[in-house]
């Protein structure tokens, strides 16, 4: 299984970013795909996560009303629609993917919010 993210760079404040993740080489049923951030000396923290149906989780409030999280209809692809990025959105932006009770990561996609 081979996750890959795509996207990432380096942006002014309130500019926008479509972060993608492609994940292959795995059966599709059901699944689970999600985008993480970890800030430096900070936890990884969840981001948005959307299922293989659709169902997508509710955002935490520190991106709420500014990221979105879609879903390519016929593969394993996810995007993070990231608007009104701030400072404070630096970060590597982690995809997981979730199969049968295992977690696959990718490697990350650098974030970069600065004036």
């Known amino acids: 299984v081979q996750v890959v993210e795509s996207g990432g760079g380096l942006v002014q404040p309130g500019d926008s970013l479509r972060l993608s993740c492609e994940a292959t080489g795995f059966t599709f049923g059901n699944y689970a795909m999600s985008w993480y951030r970890q800030a430096p000396e900070k936890e990884r923290e969840l981001v948005a996560a959307?299922?293989?149906?659709?169902?997508?989780?509710d955002y935490p409030d520190s991106v709420k009303g500014r990221f979105a999280i879609s879903r390519h209809r016929t593969k394993a692809t996810i995007y993070l629609q990231m608007n009104s990025l701030k400072p404070e959105d630096t970060a590597v932006y982690y995809c997981?993917?979730?199969?049968?009770?295992?977690?696959?990561w990718g490697q990350g996609t650098q974030v970069s919010v600065s004036s």
């Open positions: 997981k993917l979730r199969v049968l009770g295992r977690d696959f």
């Open positions: 959307i299922t293989s149906t659709g169902i997508i989780t």
